[in-house]
């Protein structure tokens, strides 16, 4: 029997919930009080808080209302 801390199928996804707040597409985790990531929506750059299990994959999609491009976070 093998321990494995890092393979890809043992890691656990989790929906993040998007909102908006001013500039920033913020994504909060619903399972994981601490975890926020915000991604700006005019030049893009990201500021993740990790959360406390550093192998739960994050992914979640903010769509800005009124604009056609679709921001998607790829972990
Ligand atoms: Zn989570």
Not at 47 to 75: C, M, R, W
Request: hydrophobic share 30%.
């Amino acid at each position: 029997m093998a321990f494995s801390f890092e393979s890809p199928e043992n890691n656990t996804r989790h929906r993040c919930q998007a909102r908006r707040h001013g500039d920033w597409a913020i994504f909060t985790c619903p399972l994981c009080p601490g975890f926020e990531r915000r991604l700006n929506l005019r030049d893009g750059t990201m500021q993740t808080k990790p959360a406390a299990d550093p192998y739960v994959l994050h992914e979640g999609i903010f769509v800005p209302t009124g604009l056609e491009q679709t921001y998607s976070l790829p972990n």
